[in-house]
Nanobody, 123 residues
């Protein structure tokens, strides 16, 4: 069975950077899109960014203001989320997920989810 595994989370000061990675175990990425979501304590899981695995086309949530970049590494079979100029409000558990739909923003279109990785940004 396919599993998605996130890594790269941690504690960082405001203004710092982190790079999250999402790797597939059991098989290579053959879905249409890989997305990142985040969930802060007591809040709903929200869309962050998504990339079409085949074309590299990406879509981002507007609130990111260009601070995050999603990319794919076909040689490593990973999808990365590079986060710059981090703010305390970026603190959340970050999840990657896979979808057979091209560039979806809705959670319901994602079939497989990782376990999440914690990102904490201190002020």
């Amino acid at each position: 069975q396919v599993q998605l595994v996130e890594s790269g989370g941690g504690l960082v000061q405001a203004g710092g950077s982190l790079r999250l990675s999402c790797a597939a175990s059991g098989r290579t990425f053959s879905w249409y899109s890989i997305g990142w979501f985040r969930q802060a304590p007591g809040k709903e899981r929200k869309f962050v960014a998504v990339i079409n695995w085949n074309t590299g086309t990406a879509d981002y949530e507007d609130f990111l203001e260009g601070r995050f970049t999603i990319s794919r590494d076909k040689s490593e079979n990973t999808v990365n989320l590079t986060m710059n100029s981090l703010k305390p409000e970026d603190t959340a558990v970050y999840y990657c997920a896979a979808s057979t739909i091209s560039l979806p923003r809705l959670r319901s279109f994602y079939d497989t989810w990782g376990q999440g990785t914690q990102v904490t940004v201190s002020s």
